[in-house]
């Protein structure tokens, strides 16, 4: 049975389902991004959470100060360290995030009909009569009858601790809004959002520029997330501002979209960015909830035509406070696998939440059983259909490879490349089997001091579905006569098989470059 995405062979038995799944060294091509918080960032629990399968850590700044990443940032160090394990770094920007503030962290009770006024005056205690903003203003961008949404921070949408406001009168600086439904809003932050309508804040604040140009630069992060993206300029804008600093010129941006202006502006901003986030709590709010699924599958399509990593956040916020997904969840994430996503973002669920091993864990068996019946024909001729002719020489001898790779049903494809582009133009056309991107380390100088690139190239594609990195010593280049590549070549099919990805017999797909040539040769394993 094929669907646009979904293979199953014929006949389809039923019992075959309750049959046990195959262990595999990789828990899921399909990567997993990770938010570090109060309940991970010990180096125990980090530690469990690369093991269950986590490849990106993430760092939101919307709480804590540079110290309190610093200490987490270097609890992920240890941990990666102690069981060799490559783990990148994503820094998430605020940007032009409304925020309540609760000083006293006292429960908040609403109930529905009575009326909250929010006021920029943060001199106020929050109660169920005010809520204190941190935008000045809010009186003059809405008007009456617009809806505002406000829950805890990295909020699951539950109705007992979010809520939903209808603007009923503007007075002064202050704005009165009626309460649509009874909760409880618990904690010390919350996040408020106004559908459909524009924010005159920065994309990137000053805060956000204080905080990369300290801690980001410190930590030579490999991904920054910016957070509201609205158009393709804030992408500029910021590549602009991540060169001014010199270190980070490598630094991938993400744009984060989660709004109606960036849905609008979708196709400049894919152009413009290293990847594409989609923020279905925010979005999820401006959107009407029969369109939320359309957005997704044409936002993550647009990305897997474009060769650029698409990352779906919220998928099983249930997880928060409970050991199992529900049926919605669990169907959630298996479709945003079908639909081609790159990875998996989680947020509350590892941030605050009370299971955060468990989470990746079973995010992490659902997509690695969704990539056994994943349409990968269906997909590669798509993919074809919509390269761009004539097409490159480095992308026809990417599908070349993965070609080859299918049709001798090759056990792992191997790729050597310096810049990291040639593994993502492989992983592009999504080969069934995992690709092992040796990356080779290049001398590069800034005229100031020489240094080795590759480590950042590695770590950029922990992101990319189905690439598995690995960093060769820096004293064999990437082009170079025969005898060095086949020693490079020996020790990753040594790691591929202590890592359990190759056995005796099995067919290996290499994509090399030699003097100026491109490769693409099969081997057949001996015993």
Same mark, same amino acid.
């Given at each position: 049975?094929?669907?646009?995405?979904?293979?199953?062979?014929?006949?389809?038995?039923?019992?075959?389902?309750?049959?046990?799944?195959?262990?595999?060294?990789?828990?899921?091509?399909?990567?997993?991004?990770?938010?570090?918080?109060?309940?991970?960032?010990?180096?125990?629990?980090?530690?469990?959470?690369?093991?269950?399968?986590?490849?990106?850590?993430?760092?939101?700044?919307?709480?804590?100060?540079?110290?309190?990443?610093?200490?987490?940032?270097?609890?992920?160090?240890?941990?990666?360290?102690?069981?060799?394990?490559?783990?990148?770094?994503?820094?998430?920007?605020?940007?032009?995030?409304?925020?309540?503030?609760?000083?006293?962290?006292?429960?908040?009770?609403?109930?529905?009909?009575?009326?909250?006024?929010?006021?920029?005056?943060?001199?106020?205690?929050?109660?169920?009569?005010?809520?204190?903003?941190?935008?000045?203003?809010?009186?003059?961008?809405?008007?009456?009858?617009?809806?505002?949404?406000?829950?805890?921070?990295?909020?699951?949408?539950?109705?007992?601790?979010?809520?939903?406001?209808?603007?009923?009168?503007?007075?002064?600086?202050?704005?009165?809004?009626?309460?649509?439904?009874?909760?409880?809003?618990?904690?010390?932050?919350?996040?408020?959002?106004?559908?459909?309508?524009?924010?005159?804040?920065?994309?990137?604040?000053?805060?956000?520029?204080?905080?990369?140009?300290?801690?980001?630069?410190?930590?030579?992060?490999?991904?920054?997330?910016?957070?509201?993206?609205?158009?393709?300029?804030?992408?500029?804008?910021?590549?602009?501002?991540?060169?001014?600093? +010199? =270190? #980070?010129?490598? @630094?991938?941006?993400? /744009?984060?979209?989660?709004?109606?202006?960036? *849905?609008?502006?979708? %196709?400049? &901003?894919?152009?413009?960015?290293?990847?594409?986030?989609?923020?279905?709590?925010?979005?999820?709010?401006?959107?009407?909830?029969?369109?939320?699924?359309?957005?997704?599958?044409?936002?993550?399509?647009?990305?897997?035509?474009?060769?650029?990593?698409?990352?779906?956040?919220?998928?099983?916020?249930?997880?928060? +406070? =409970? #050991?199992?997904? @529900?049926?919605?969840? /669990?169907?959630?994430?298996?479709?945003?696998? *079908?639909?081609?996503? %790159?990875? &998996?973002?989680?947020?509350?669920?590892?941030?605050?939440?009370?299971?955060?091993?468990?989470?990746?864990?079973?995010?992490?068996?659902?997509?690695?059983?969704?990539?056994?019946?994943?349409?990968?024909?269906?997909?590669?001729?798509?993919?074809?259909?919509?390269?761009?002719?004539?097409?490159?020489?480095?992308?026809?001898?990417?599908?070349?490879?993965?070609?080859? /790779?299918?049709?001798?049903?090759?056990?792992?494809?191997?790729?050597?490349?310096?810049?990291?582009?040639?593994?993502?133009?492989?992983?592009?056309?999504?080969?069934?089997?995992?690709?092992?991107?040796?990356?080779?380390?290049?001398?590069?100088?800034?005229?100031?001091?020489?240094?080795?690139?590759?480590?950042?190239?590695?770590?950029?594609?922990?992101?990319?579905?189905?690439?598995?990195?690995?960093?060769?010593?820096?004293?064999?280049?990437?082009?170079?006569?025969?005898?060095?590549?086949?020693?490079?070549?020996?020790?990753?099919?040594?790691?591929?098989?202590?890592?359990?990805?190759?056995?005796?017999?099995?067919?290996?797909?290499?994509?090399?470059?030699?003097?100026?040539?491109?490769?693409?040769?099969?081997?057949?394993?001996?015993?």
């Amino acid at each position: 049975m094929q669907g646009a995405n979904l293979l199953l062979e014929e006949p389809i038995r039923m019992a075959s389902i309750l049959e046990p799944s195959k262990a595999n060294f990789f828990p899921a091509m399909t990567k997993i991004i990770g938010t570090l918080g109060p309940k991970s960032r010990s180096v125990e629990e980090i530690e469990g959470c690369l093991k269950a399968g986590m490849s990106v850590a993430r760092f939101d700044f919307s709480g804590g100060d540079n110290d309190y990443h610093q200490e987490t940032l270097e609890n992920l160090k240890i941990a990666a360290k102690g069981i060799k394990k490559l783990c990148a770094i994503m820094l998430d920007t605020v940007g032009p995030e409304l925020q309540v503030f609760n000083k006293s962290e006292e429960p908040i009770v609403l109930e529905i009909d009575a009326f909250v006024t929010l006021t920029p005056d943060q001199t106020k205690e929050a109660s169920s009569e005010v809520l204190p903003v941190n935008y000045a203003g809010l009186a003059k961008t809405v008007t009456k009858g617009d809806t505002i949404f406000v829950g805890q921070y990295l909020f699951t949408g539950s109705e007992t601790t979010s809520v939903w406001l209808e603007v009923a009168e503007i007075k002064d600086q202050d704005v009165v809004c009626c309460v649509k439904n009874s909760a409880t809003l618990a904690g010390s932050l919350f996040t408020m959002h106004i559908s459909q309508v524009h924010i005159d804040l920065p994309t990137l604040s000053d805060t956000d520029k204080h905080v990369i140009a300290t801690w980001g630069v410190r930590n030579n992060i490999d991904f920054l997330s910016l957070s509201y993206t609205r158009h393709a300029e804030d992408i500029r804008q910021t590549r602009a501002y991540l060169d001014e600093l +010199g =270190n #980070l010129q490598q @630094t991938q941006i993400f /744009a984060k979209i989660e709004t109606i202006e960036g *849905l609008k502006h979708f %196709d400049e &901003i894919l152009q413009e960015a290293d990847g594409i986030i989609l923020s279905r709590g925010n979005l999820g709010i401006d959107l009407q909830p029969e369109k939320v699924f359309l957005f997704q599958k044409a936002a993550v399509h647009k990305c897997n035509m474009a060769g650029k990593p698409a990352v779906v956040t919220r998928v099983v916020d249930s997880m928060s +406070g =409970n #050991l199992r997904p @529900t049926r919605a969840e /669990a169907t959630d994430v298996a479709n945003a696998v *079908l639909d081609g996503t %790159d990875a &998996i973002l989680l947020g509350a669920e590892t941030f605050r939440g009370l299971y955060p091993l468990g989470t990746i864990s079973i995010v992490g068996k659902i997509c690695a059983e969704v990539e056994k019946v994943y349409n990968q024909a269906v997909y590669f001729k798509r993919t074809m259909k919509h390269s761009i002719e004539p097409m490159s020489h480095l992308e026809s001898i990417a599908t070349t490879a993965v070609s080859a /790779a299918i049709n001798v049903k090759a056990s792992v494809i191997v790729v050597f490349t310096a810049s990291g582009r040639t593994a993502r133009l492989i992983a592009k056309y999504r080969p069934t089997m995992p690709v092992l991107s040796v990356v080779i380390p290049r001398l590069t100088t800034n005229q100031l001091r020489w240094s080795f690139t590759g480590a950042f190239q590695a770590r950029q594609t922990l992101v990319v579905r189905g690439l598995f990195p690995m960093l060769a010593d820096p004293r064999h280049p990437a082009e170079s006569i025969n005898a060095t590549n086949d020693s490079v070549l020996k020790i990753a099919l040594d790691h591929g098989k202590t890592v359990g990805l190759i056995k005796p017999h099995d067919r290996i797909v290499v994509c090399q470059k030699i003097g100026d040539s491109a490769v693409v040769k099969i081997l057949e394993l001996e015993d």
